[in-house]
């Protein structure tokens, strides 16, 4: 059933890059994505995403999903690839000195807040874009900016999500020829399990996909 889904999701999909939430999924789940050709993995804390990488094969590239608090930078940069969920300029100088501290280029994602919920986290992107036209993204030396995330409204219907996801494809656009280097700002993740194909026609390039590869 898994390979099943794989294949049908991936046909869907295109040239998406399909990031696998492993949140709450069994070691024996996890393994059958694995053996379908998945590489691309995902937790949404740090806690279960440091028991899984002890868990599962070593040459899985994992993604951080979820809030990340400072105290917890140094002990998950070590491990990801890619951190989708970095919201705060705060957040970005521990990663700094961490990463610098390590001697390894970290990669990141700006999650910029478009949902009108209030447990949404993420830039205010109109100040973001302010700070960043005011050079506030030059200070980092250890740090790679590839794009974008964003979370839609909770119990947003399919238009207002359309929407969402619209508003964040336009913030990237604008974002990119300001950041340091601009040809590796081309990441928009966005797009879950019930609208990763809404996602896709509004711009994005990484969706992150859980409960409907386990259907």
């Given at each position: 059933?898994?390979?099943e889904?794989?294949?049908?999701?991936?046909?869907?999909?295109?040239?998406?890059?399909?990031i696998v939430?492993?949140?709450?999924?069994?070691?024996?789940?996890?393994?059958?994505?694995?053996?379908?050709?998945?590489?691309?993995?995902a937790?949404?804390?740090?806690q279960?995403?440091?028991?899984?990488?002890?868990?599962?094969?070593?040459?899985?590239?994992?993604?951080?999903?979820?809030?990340?608090?400072?105290?917890?930078v140094?002990?998950?940069?070590?491990?990801?690839?890619?951190?989708?969920?970095?919201?705060?300029?705060?957040?970005l100088?521990?990663?700094?000195?961490?990463?610098?501290?390590?001697?390894?280029?970290?990669?990141?994602?700006?999650q910029i807040?478009?949902?009108?919920?209030?447990?949404?986290?993420?830039f205010?992107?109109?100040?973001?874009?302010n700070?960043?036209?005011?050079?506030?993204?030059?200070?980092?030396?250890?740090?790679?900016?590839?794009?974008?995330?964003?979370?839609?409204?909770l119990?947003?219907d399919?238009i207002?999500?359309?929407?969402?996801?619209?508003?964040?494809k336009?913030?990237?656009?604008?974002?990119?020829?300001?950041?340091p280097?601009?040809?590796q700002?081309?990441?928009?993740?966005?797009?879950m399990?019930?609208?990763?194909?809404?996602?896709?026609e509004?711009g994005?390039t990484?969706?992150r996909i859980?409960?409907?590869?386990?259907q």
């Open positions: 059933m898994i390979r889904n794989i294949r049908r999701i991936r046909g869907e999909i295109g040239e998406t890059e399909l939430v492993s949140k709450t999924r069994s070691l024996t789940e996890l393994n059958e994505v694995y053996e379908s050709g998945e590489r691309h993995f937790e949404n804390r740090v279960a995403l440091l028991e899984r990488i002890d868990q599962l094969p070593d040459d899985i590239h994992w993604h951080l999903i979820g809030h990340l608090q400072t105290n917890k140094r002990s998950v940069l070590p491990h990801v690839v890619l951190i989708h969920s970095v919201d705060s300029f705060k957040l100088d521990v990663i700094e000195k961490e990463s610098q501290r390590l001697g390894k280029q970290t990669s990141v994602l700006l807040k478009v949902a009108t919920d209030d447990s949404k986290y993420g205010d992107p109109k100040e973001l874009l700070q960043v036209l005011e050079g506030a993204l030059r200070q980092y030396k250890w740090i790679s900016f590839r794009g974008v995330m964003s979370m839609t409204t119990d947003a399919q207002q999500k359309a929407n969402e996801f619209k508003q964040t336009e913030w990237m656009d604008k974002l990119r020829p300001l950041i280097e601009p040809d700002f081309q990441i928009c993740s966005m797009g399990s019930d609208d990763y194909l809404l996602a896709i509004q994005s990484h969706v859980g409960s409907r590869l386990f």
